[in-house]
Every structure is written in C-alpha cells, then in structure tokens.
C-alpha cells in the first residue's frame, strides 16, 4: 500500500516502532488509532508532533471494537500475534503489517538487512561503517531498523541511490512479506521461545528474511551455524557465506587463516584485514567481522573499505561494553545479552577474575549449558529480577556450582550492583550478562543498560 490518504488504521504498541509508524502514517493522511495494554501513566511521553495530525490513543486495554472500520492493522514487534485482538484481525480479514513491511514498501534504495540470534546489531553497525566509509555525498547510508531510530521516520529523506543497513527482528520479520536484496542470517540458536514456542517456529521467522527474494538477489549465511547453514536450500539468488575454514571450491565467502580475514571467490583467496585489528573483544566478534566483511564483498565495496569501516569502531554500547576502570576494578555493561548463549560469549571474552550480574526475565531457554560454562569459571555470582530465583535453582539442581558455592540474589538490578560493589577487589570485572530480557523491570535493554552505568557512575 503507497496510499495511506484516508485510510483508517489501528496502531498497536506505543513502543518505538508503534510511535514511529504512527508518525508516518499521520504525515502520510492516514487516520491512526494507537493503542496499548499499559496505562498512559507508564509513558514517560506521548511525542508525536505532528501538525494536523489524526491520532486517537486508547490506552489500558485491547478492546476488540477498536478494529471497527480499520483498513490495516500495524502492529509493533513486542506486541505478540496471538492476542485477542489480533487474532480477531485474522478473522475479520484485516491486513496486518508492522513499520518494517511499510518502511520496505516505500523506498527504493540498496538494502542490506540482517537477521539472527546473536550479533546482529554489532553486524550491523560493521557493515554500517564500511558503507560509510566506502560511499560519497550525495549518496548517504541509513543504518536502524530494530536499533536506534526506527527507519520509518527516514522514508522522505531516503533516496533510490542511498544505502541502508537494516537490523530485522524474528518479531518484524514473522510478519514481512518483502525481502531485502542482500540478506544475511548471523546465526539461529534457541531464543525467544517465550514468543515463537518451539525451536522450529522461530526458524521459520528467521528464514523469512530470504522467503521473497529473487534469482538476482544475494543471501549470506554462516557455514559453522547448522540452522542457518540448513537454510541455503531456499536461496533463490547468490549464496554468499562466512565461517572459520575455508569454503569448498564451489562455493564463495570469508574465512580465517593465518590470523587475517580472508575471501574465497571461487578460485582464489584474498586477504582483506588482520584479526588484531577488529578492536571488538571476544571471539565471536571475529565471525560478526567474517559476516560483515562477507556482506561488503556482496555490495562490491572495495575491500579496502572493508578494512577501514571495521577498524573504526571501538565500542558498541551494550555490548561488552567497558564503562570504567575504577580501583583495579573493571566495570563492563553488556545488557544485550537477553539469552544464555550470549552469556557464554561474553564469559569467553572477559579475561580473569569475575563477579557476574545475572537476571532480569526468562525467555524459556535452556540454561544447562551456561551452569556447565559458570562451574568451569567460577565466578562470584549476583542475581536479580525475576528469573534469579529461577537461575539460582539451574544451578544448584544441576549441582554444577555445588550446594556451598555463593550466590547472591536481589530483586533489583541496583541493589546487584551496590552488592557488587562491596564484594569486588582489583583486579576482577564485574560484568553485567543477564541471560534474560530487561522487560521484568526495564523498557529494553538499553534502559537496563543505561542504568547500570548510571550506578556504576555513582559508585565511582
């Protein structure tokens, strides 16, 4: 739909996405209705400053006569699709899209849109700054989707000959009905299961990303990840991958040797930068390189673009990120990781001693192998929000960290860190990793984040 003058649709989610495409279809004609299940108390602002903008609010509830007369229903990726109301959209045949959809549907620009479980938002932002590095006034690079600033709120600036970078959601991408050109898939490992339920829905979203691609479009996968490796069978354009070893002879991608990121283009290798120059801790951050130079190479960028836009970052806030060196002590926020598996990957980065902040809220996610990973460390454990009770019972069931070894439980993230404050010596990190979603006590991760290092600011 390009057309929105007149039309009659309900906005649900007044998180960032729903304000956003409320301000898109207001600007565009559209009447909006935006709704929420939280009372308008829990907004700290309803912002949509828009002159003679349409917009009713109905906040508290989901009251199913709210889909009377609508033409669309756009709804937010927090929102979850089997809720009443929505689902009676289903009935009643109401088109159900969300910002993402919209936003692909108006521009023309190059798109490069990123999906996975785990690195996607630092994949994102590599491949971000090689196209920043690599492309000239007029043309600009729009990076977002599913961080920062949702890119709707861009679709009158964005021109044909531009480029954007777009992180997509196992939430936004469940609904899609559009694909971009070039589509890389990080990773897909157990998450989010709270929402999609079983292991084999979530896949499903994920793949969705290459669902309505075409012969000339180009997917990017990860050779060492079997679920997203399973999925090159339905890559209808160029298979483009990324992984440790180098990729078979008929077949082209990134890899590692002689400690240099690499490219294989079917015949020959080409060296395309040293590992000790990604100044990203950690790793798994060498494979979001591997991905994201793959995603440069698919562009044409030169490589040395490819260089020169992942040596430009230095921190990534949320992500391993080193908020300060206070007293001997290391104080490191890495609120991103809302799963297990990240928390194992953040515990392989950080080097020595540790107290280790866990909590927030459980996604139904397997936590055995983050106990097994915890009982070879051995850190000093603190845990909070609601899922603590829960990790604290993982562990001890599993009796991986023994019936003696110390755990400290609080209900307050600030009250963890206070805590963590008074146990911690020179020498030892003291890294928050939750394992859970912030959505317990905290907007998202970056507030949970953001407070963190407000409490370690004050600390200090």
């Given at each position: 739909?390009?057309?929105?003058?007149?039309?009659?649709?309900?906005v649900i989610g007044a998180a960032?996405?729903?304000?956003?495409?409320?301000?898109?279809?207001?600007?565009?004609?559209?009447?909006?209705?935006?709704?929420?299940?939280?009372?308008?108390?829990?907004?700290?602002?309803?912002?949509?400053?828009?002159?003679?903008?349409?917009?009713?609010?109905?906040?508290?509830?989901?009251?199913?006569?709210?889909?009377?007369?609508?033409?669309?229903?756009?709804?937010?990726?927090?929102?979850?699709?089997?809720?009443?109301?929505?689902?009676?959209?289903?009935?009643?045949?109401?088109?159900?899209?969300?910002?993402?959809?919209?936003?692909?549907?108006?521009?023309?620009?190059?798109?490069?849109?990123?999906?996975?479980?785990?690195?996607?938002?630092?994949?994102?932002?590599?491949?971000?700054?090689?196209?920043?590095?690599?492309?000239?006034?007029?043309?600009?690079?729009?990076?977002?989707?599913?961080?920062?600033?949702?890119?709707?709120?861009?679709?009158?600036?964005?021109?044909?000959?531009d480029w954007v970078v777009m992180?997509?959601?196992?939430?936004?991408?469940?609904?899609?009905?559009?694909?971009?050109?070039?589509?890389?898939?990080?990773?897909?490992?157990?998450?989010?299961?709270?929402?999609?339920?079983?292991?084999?829905?979530?896949?499903?979203?994920?793949?969705?990303?290459?669902?309505?691609?075409?012969?000339?479009?180009?997917?990017?996968?990860?050779?060492?990840?079997?679920?997203?490796?399973?999925?090159?069978?339905?890559?209808?354009?160029?298979?483009?991958?990324?992984?440790?070893?180098?990729?078979?002879?008929?077949?082209?991608?990134?890899?590692?040797?002689?400690?240099?990121?690499?490219?294989?283009?079917?015949?020959?290798?080409?060296?395309?930068?040293?590992?000790?120059?990604?100044?990203?801790?950690?790793?798994?951050?060498?494979?979001?390189?591997?991905?994201?130079?793959?995603?440069?190479?698919?562009?044409?960028?030169?490589?040395?673009?490819?260089?020169?836009?992942?040596?430009?970052?230095?921190?990534?806030p949320h992500r391993l990120e080193?908020?300060?060196?206070?007293?001997?002590?290391?104080?490191?926020?890495?609120?991103?990781?809302?799963?297990?598996?990240?928390?194992?990957?953040?515990?392989?980065?950080?080097?020595?001693?540790?107290?280790?902040?866990?909590?927030?809220?459980?996604?139904?996610?397997?936590?055995?192998?983050?106990?097994?990973?915890?009982?070879?460390?051995?850190?000093?454990?603190?845990?909070?929000?609601?899922?603590?009770?829960?990790?604290?019972?993982?562990?001890?069931?599993?009796?991986?960290?023994?019936?003696?070894?110390?755990?400290?439980?609080?209900?307050?993230?600030?009250?963890?860190?206070?805590?963590?404050?008074?146990?911690?010596?020179?020498?030892?990190?003291?890294?928050?990793?939750?394992?859970?979603?912030?959505?317990?006590?905290?907007?998202?991760?970056?507030?949970?984040?953001?407070?963190?290092?407000?409490?370690?600011?004050?600390?200090?």
């Amino acid at each position: 739909m390009n057309n929105w003058k007149g039309k009659n649709i309900l906005v649900i989610g007044a998180a960032r996405q729903g304000f956003a495409a409320t301000r898109f279809l207001s600007r565009s004609g559209a009447k909006v209705t935006l709704n929420d299940k939280k009372e308008v108390g829990q907004f700290d602002q309803l912002d949509i400053p828009l002159d003679g903008a349409s917009v009713e609010f109905h906040f508290g509830s989901h009251p199913l006569n709210l889909l009377d007369g609508k033409d669309l229903i756009c709804v937010s990726g927090g929102v979850p699709l089997d809720i009443p109301i929505i689902e009676e959209a289903k009935n009643q045949g109401i088109p159900i899209t969300n910002d993402a959809q919209i936003f692909l549907e108006q521009i023309t620009a190059n798109v490069i849109g990123i999906t996975g479980s785990a690195g996607k938002t630092t994949t994102t932002t590599l491949i971000g700054e090689i196209a920043k590095s690599a492309v000239h006034p007029p043309t600009n690079v729009w990076v977002g989707g599913n961080i920062g600033n949702p890119l709707i709120d861009h679709v009158d600036q964005i021109r044909e000959r531009d480029w954007v970078v777009m992180e997509l959601s196992s939430f936004q991408l469940e609904l899609m009905s559009n694909s971009p050109k070039i589509a890389l898939i990080t990773n897909i490992t157990p998450n989010h299961l709270d929402r999609h339920k079983t292991m084999k829905d979530y896949i499903e979203a994920k793949a969705n990303i290459l669902a309505f691609q075409n012969k000339s479009d180009i997917a990017i996968i990860n050779r060492d990840d079997p679920n997203a490796y399973d999925l090159r069978n339905r890559i209808k354009g160029h298979m483009l991958t990324f992984g440790w070893e180098k990729p078979d002879t008929d077949s082209c991608g990134t890899f590692i040797d002689d400690d240099m990121i690499n490219y294989f283009d079917g015949k020959d290798a080409h060296a395309i930068m040293p590992l000790d120059k990604i100044n990203l801790p950690g790793k798994h951050n060498y494979a979001n390189a591997l991905a994201a130079c793959a995603a440069g190479i698919a562009t044409g960028f030169p490589i040395k673009n490819l260089y020169e836009g992942i040596n430009n970052i230095k921190n990534i806030p949320h992500r391993l990120e080193l908020v300060m060196v206070q007293n001997g002590i290391r104080w490191v926020n890495d609120s991103i990781a809302t799963a297990p598996e990240r928390v194992i990957a953040a515990l392989d980065a950080t080097e020595g001693p540790l107290i280790l902040l866990l909590g927030g809220r459980d996604k139904n996610l397997p936590w055995e192998n983050l106990a097994k990973k915890i009982a070879a460390r051995q850190p000093k454990l603190v845990l909070f929000g609601e899922a603590g009770e829960m990790i604290e019972d993982v562990l001890r069931d599993n009796a991986y960290c023994g019936p003696y070894y110390q755990i400290d439980r609080f209900k307050k993230l600030s009250d963890a860190v206070m805590h963590a404050a008074g146990i911690a010596v020179p020498g030892e990190s003291v890294l928050l990793s939750p394992g859970g979603t912030s959505y317990d006590a905290f907007t998202d991760f970056e507030e949970r984040g953001n407070e963190f290092k407000e409490l370690v600011e004050k600390i200090a």
